[in-house]
């Protein structure tokens, strides 16, 4: 009998000013609603995540400014121990853009922290988003870098075994 491993859990905490779209991203997980009444629960928000998804709105300037101040607030509390995560929401908003996904990638680059826009609203880059965090979580680059020969490639073309093999596709089974 095969022994399973259990699943390893990760914390994963939303921050960014309020109506940056935290909530229609992923409403399962606690929203201060980036108010300043609510700034006293942060510490213990933080303390023991793994990962920290600051969000902006594209269409709002002053929400992809604030993600300084929340950058820093995870650092203060986190050390350089967190992944953090700078999301663009909102993307859909194409005409009320105020912050272009160069400036995004740009401050992802000077801040050393993953990049990614997404539009919860219309779905765009939700999985990615995850996968992405995903990938950084610890342990998991072994699952991506696994060895070529262990990978099956699919549409590979048969060799010894052609005759056993539909034409068309399909197997002779």
Not at 33 to 62: C, H, K, M, T, W
Not at 147 to 168: G, R
């Amino acid at each position: 009998m095969a022994v399973v491993s259990p699943l390893a859990k990760y914390k994963l905490v939303f921050l960014g000013d309020q109506s940056v779209g935290k909530t229609s991203i992923i409403t399962r997980f606690m929203d201060t609603a980036g108010q300043e009444r609510f700034r006293s629960l942060i510490p213990s928000y933080i303390r023991d995540s793994s990962v920290a998804v600051i969000v902006y709105d594209v269409a709002n300037r002053q929400s992809f400014i604030n993600t300084s101040k929340w950058i820093e607030e995870v650092r203060t509390e986190r050390g350089s121990d967190v992944i953090i995560v700078l999301v663009g929401n909102k993307t859909d908003l194409v005409d009320k853009r105020q912050v272009s996904i160069e400036e995004g990638d740009a401050k992802s680059r000077e801040d050393g922290v993953i990049f990614i826009e997404t539009s919860a609203k219309a779905g765009f880059n939700i999985k990615p988003l995850f996968r992405k965090i995903a990938a950084a979580l610890p342990g998991m680059e072994t699952l991506s870098s696994t060895k070529q020969e262990d990978m099956v490639d699919v549409n590979q073309k048969p060799t010894s075994h052609s005759s056993q093999i539909d034409p068309q596709g399909g197997c002779a089974c």
